[in-house]
């Protein structure tokens, strides 16, 4: 067990490093594609590429098939994620989006709460504090007068409504699971996903003109569909069924430094360095939750 959890580490330090990539290269081509098509299209590739794996490693039984409104259920909270947070990229930026997205293990612990009664320790509610301040001092950009005001941009206001429906998914995942193989769940999850976004944004995905897309449009849908969701999602559904989900999610608080990286990368500008210190405290907030093993 104690191996299972090691490698769940080392799974959601990978995982958050996936992720990172989509808010760079998603607030890129934002306004070059409909998110509602753009999520359809990268569930659409993540499919092709499991969906063989799948085949070739364990197959699908006659159990896995059983209940099979799960998937649509998870499908479709992972899908609106998605789309709301390509939504919120149209306007918000890179760090400030991944910013937002470390409050969500403040709200998967309520939600593990709810769900499985998973407890959290005293030291948890303190990282998780850190946390969500760290991240609200991105988000409002270390501006005192705009906290004051509660004044928040509307693409991070968008995008965390998002961040709810991934917070609820998470715990959701270990609630659901029967037995079935990450990878296989992962499959399901994929294709309920896939099925909810081609009928919702069928209309956006036909008003594409796919020839007049830029390269780089394209190149973020393959890396959005093979890393930040076939891997991605396999990596955390692997994770959920070891760690509680609290732990999860803490390692949502790499995100903004992870993008801070791809940003420097992309060589697009960085938030001033007052604005980088709630980054440190997200990064803070990690070590203490990491820390905090016993159950």
Request: contains cysteine; glycine residues 8%.
């Amino acid at each position: 067990m104690k191996n299972k959890a090691a490698i769940s580490h080392l799974a959601m330090l990978l995982f958050s490093a996936l992720v990172a990539g989509s808010f760079s290269l998603g607030h890129i081509i934002a306004n070059d594609i409909a998110p509602a098509a753009l999520t359809a299209l990268r569930f659409g590739i993540a499919a092709m590429v499991l969906g063989p794996v799948v085949w070739w490693t364990c197959g699908v039984s006659r159990d896995d098939l059983t209940a099979s409104w799960r998937y649509l259920l998870l499908g479709g909270l992972m899908g609106a994620y998605f789309i709301l947070m390509f939504e919120g990229l149209k306007t918000a930026q890179a760090v400030s989006a991944s910013a937002v997205f470390t409050l969500t293990p403040v709200l998967s612990a309520i939600f593990g709460y709810i769900l499985l009664s998973q407890l959290v320790t005293s030291r948890i509610v303190v990282a998780l504090g850190i946390g969500a301040v760290g991240a609200l001092w991105v988000i409002f950009r270390a501006d005192f007068d705009l906290i004051l005001a509660l004044d928040i941009g509307r693409g991070e206001g968008i995008y965390f409504l998002g961040c709810v429906a991934h917070a609820f998914y998470t715990p959701l995942v270990r609630k659901l699971n029967r037995g079935q193989s990450p990878i296989v769940f992962t499959f399901g999850t994929i294709l309920g996903a896939l099925v909810l976004t081609l009928a919702y944004g069928f209309d956006d995905l036909m008003a594409i003109d796919y020839e007049g897309l830029r390269p780089i449009v394209w190149g973020t849908l393959i890396y959005l569909g093979v890393f930040a969701s076939a891997a991605s999602f396999l990596l955390i559904q692997y994770s959920t069924l070891h760690l509680p989900s609290s732990k999860v999610m803490a390692y949502t608080y790499l995100t903004p430094s992870w993008v801070t990286l791809w940003e420097l990368a992309l060589r697009n500008p960085l938030p001033p360095f007052v604005v980088l210190l709630g980054v440190m405290a997200t990064i803070l907030a990690l070590c203490l939750l990491l820390r905090d093993e016993p159950s």
